[in-house]
């Protein structure tokens, strides 16, 4: 059976004191709500984790970083290695958001090192993929999609995909306030499940957690959450607000 998730993603806001009181909010109103149907995970930057990771119940809200290095330690000043995520106490990162794509130019090869070492070192991976406007209006999204996913996680076995929890993130809906219609959204949901089905057989397709990104909200997540193969969401503004956070995390 798989989980429904709802992710945040904080990216680069918040200082620690004010990321360690958001993440006291979270937990406060995860620990009070009852019968949550989907898992809560809060996406953090790297200082924060450890002072984060202090006042929440790891049990009940989990706890990612937004990237780690490719490498597991040297002389790579300013990177962030998984072992050292793992330390903290951290138990998943989100890997191959498009902004890391974009702006640091990450690619399908990298990422693959950068799965690698997540998981040996215990971390289960928010793998994010996605398409831009360009691809899109082109139609050739799926091919797009396809290669990010199989170039970097293919690799793995049966066993560790259930590691890896995907994120289908349409560049042109994140941050833009442009939702992907429920209808769009699930298109590339039941395409990135038949891709898995392919490779891996239906067990792992259909154990796997796929969470839909972009501009998701309280109003939104409802019908997005609706559709037979949106298992959740990675949400980004939204969950720098505990309350806005919580109405897509009851939205199941
Ligand atoms: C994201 O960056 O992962 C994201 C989905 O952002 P937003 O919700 O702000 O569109």
Redesign the pocket.
Known sequence: MRKNIVAG?W?MNTTVPEGVNLAKEVNDAVAAAKGLKCDVVIGVPFTHLTAVKAVIDINKVGLAAENCANHVKGAYTGEVSAPMVASTGANYV?LG???RREYFNETNEMLKEKVDLALENGLKVIF?CGESLELREAGNYADFIKAEISESLFHLTAEQMADIVI?Y?PIW?????K?ATSDQAQEVHTMIRALIAEKYGDKVADDMTILY?????PSNAPELFAKPDIDG???????LKAADFMGIVTAF
């Not at 990104?213 to 909200?217: E, I, P, Q, R, V």
């Open positions: 993603n990216k989100i958001h498009s902004e994010c994120a993130e809906a994140i941050g833009t306030g939702t990104g972009g501009s998701c909200k969401g990675l949400i980004g503004g939204a969950s």
